[in-house]
């Protein structure tokens, strides 16, 4: 490929008639919030979709309505929201899971219900204790219930990478009868290989009669860390659509990671010879708001979106880069979201500067917002004297989905501290708090260190049986003065299915403590 070739694709996405258009299927507000601890609310699921949608996915899978009526009202709020993308509810294969997600996608403009049903051996032998046959007729009453509330039905025969292949046939040529418009084949288990994959697309693709009336989707799991090699596999043999997740959250080891599988048809387009809707210098910025919201890391080494993904550190790899970038870089920073300098703030920046630094970081605010998140750069510059890029997104969301809402109708919120405390005896700590309005004190004289002693506090002053399950800190950018994220997971010991998170951000990481368990409080009440 030419030089020029190169840029085109990195820059501007493959275009024009030798590629094909892959669908994009996000599930993170569905399998990826299944992951453990990455549960959402409505409002962070609201904010989650309209910055999918502003990626350019085509499908977003929004939740699985019959499971609770908080992921019904989900579905329903979000599917009033998308404009273009398609809003999608998953079901079982039974009535009642059919009617919830036809139901909660009443207000969608391009509805979807994916229904599924297992079909492996293993799954029909000891979990559903259905022959073949019936299998495939329930597939098909399933299908054409839905076909009644939406003309968009995807079918998934669950675990179909360990269906034998002549029943997967059987059953996708059955549901495509029946009026299903894609079918997803999804590696439930993450087991599959990228030549089992590609050999079973084939094999569907090839031997499937009706399968041109569909789009041939897959779903694969992380288990063994191949869902990208294996959705990619699954292009390449000819599937028309990949379901994925940002920052590959999902069920156990995840699923197929959204940026990855995207860049890597961006980047390789002679292999592929396929590209998608998404604006690719979008994905840094989305995978921090998921990261922000879920609580859940991104690693330093993550490919695409990790902090290190385009970090040069050997001198030989720097030389290269300066005399020629494409040396040692495949994709530009810029192409997936990463800003060019990390220009920093300080107490002498003013509003405009701090609008200016959002709207390059891709973030748009009202000017109510900034005003707000002005205040809190101020009150930052008074505690820190270099403000870092890092510094202004977490100001930012802890403004825009901070616990304003949940402290508004409203419960705890965390006033101020003091602590006496040294390596001998127990921490003194008096903590300030309000609650609905009020304000209420109190002092903890338990605990081995500040932080254990700020949970007793908080604990007495909530009145109920709190556990900490998690409690995990991280510096938001280097030096001494850097702000510290501190994320905490607590229980109520009455209720132990139910495990609240709570984030915290401050220069004083005893207090981001604090502020991280009074939010997670705000979520149990
Ligand atoms: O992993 C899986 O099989 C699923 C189905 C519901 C598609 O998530
Ligand atoms: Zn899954």
């Known amino acids: 490929m ?16 030798n590629y094909r258009r892959i669908v994009i299927f996000d599930t993170t507000l569905r399998d990826g919030e299944q992951s453990p ?21 085509d499908v977003i899978e929004a939740g699985f309505p019959i499971i609770s009526p908080g992921d019904f009202q989900s579905v329903k709020e979000i599917s009033k929201i998308l404009k273009r993308t398609s809003a999608c509810g998953l079901a079982r294969c039974v009535d009642k899971d059919i009617d919830a997600a036809g139901e909660a996608l009443k207000d969608a403009l391009h509805p979807r219900i994916h229904i599924f049903l297992a079909t492996s051996v293993i799954h029909r032998k000891y979990k559903l204790r259905m022959s073949q046959d019936e299998i495939i007729a329930k597939a098909v009453e399933g299908v054409r219930r839905g076909r009644n509330l939406c003309s968009d039905i995807e079918f998934s025969p669950e675990d179909a990478t360990r269906t034998e292949i002549d029943f997967l046939c059987r059953v996708v040529e059955a549901v495509i009868d029946a009026g299903a418009r894609t079918v997803n084949i999804p590696d439930t288990v993450g087991y599959t290989t990228p030549q089992e994959m590609y050999d079973r697309i084939k094999a569907l693709i090839n031997r499937v ?19 990208v090699a294996n959705s990619l596999s699954a292009v390449s043999a000819g599937a028309g659509q990949i379901e994925c997740t940002i920052n590959g959250l999902g069920e156990r080891a995840g699923n197929c990671a959204l940026e990855e599988v995207v860049m890597a048809m961006r980047t390789r387009p002679n292999i592929y010879k396929a590209d ?8 840094v910025p989305m995978s921090r708001l998921i990261s ?3 609580g859940l890391q991104v690693p330093r080494n993550k490919a695409i979106v ?24 495949i994709m530009s920073p810029e192409s997936v979201g990463f800003t060019k300098t990390d220009l920093v703030l300080g107490k002498h920046s003013g509003r405009a500067a701090l609008a200016d630094r959002a709207h390059q970081l891709g973030y748009v605010l009202s000017p109510e917002q900034l005003d707000a998140v002005f205040v809190e750069f101020k009150k930052l510059t008074d505690r820190k004297k270099e403000v870092y890029d890092a510094d202004i997104h977490a100001l930012i969301d802890q403004q825009n989905r901070g616990p304003k809402d949940e402290i508004k109708d409203n419960k705890w919120k965390f006033v101020s501290y003091s602590l006496t405390c040294s390596s001998e005896g127990s921490p003194k700590l008096t903590l300030a708090l309000t609650h609905r309005g009020e304000v209420v004190g109190v002092e903890s004289e338990e605990g081995d260190g500040p932080i254990h002693a700020a949970f007793w506090a ?11 399950k998690e409690f995990k800190i991280e510096a938001i950018t280097g030096g001494p003065d850097a702000q510290g994220v501190v994320i905490v997971h607590l229980q109520d010991e009455r209720n132990p299915e139910k495990v609240f998170r709570g984030q915290g951000v401050s220069t004083d990481i005893i207090e981001a403590g604090m502020i991280a368990m009074v939010n997670a409080l705000n979520r149990m009440s």
């Open 2 to 17: 030419s030089e020029q070739e190169f840029n085109q694709n990195e820059e501007r996405g493959n275009s024009g008639e």
């Open 37 to 57: 601890g990455a549960s959402m609310n409505l409002r962070e699921k609201l904010e989650a979709a309209q910055g999918l949608e502003d990626l350019g996915v």
């Open 458 to 468: 908080i604990r007495k002053a909530s009145d109920l049986p709190l556990i900490m």
């Open 306 to 329: 990790g902090m290190n993904a385009f970090a040069h550190e050997a001198g030989i790899h720097q030389d290269g880069i300066l005399k020629e970038r494409t040396t040692y870089e």
């Open 276 to 283: 998608t809707k998404i604006i690719s210098q979008k994905l």
């Open 209 to 227: 009669p009706n399968i041109d009336k569909a789009i041939l989707s897959v779903h694969c799991h992380n288990d063994l860390g191949m869902a």
């Open 292 to 294: 922000r919201i879920t």
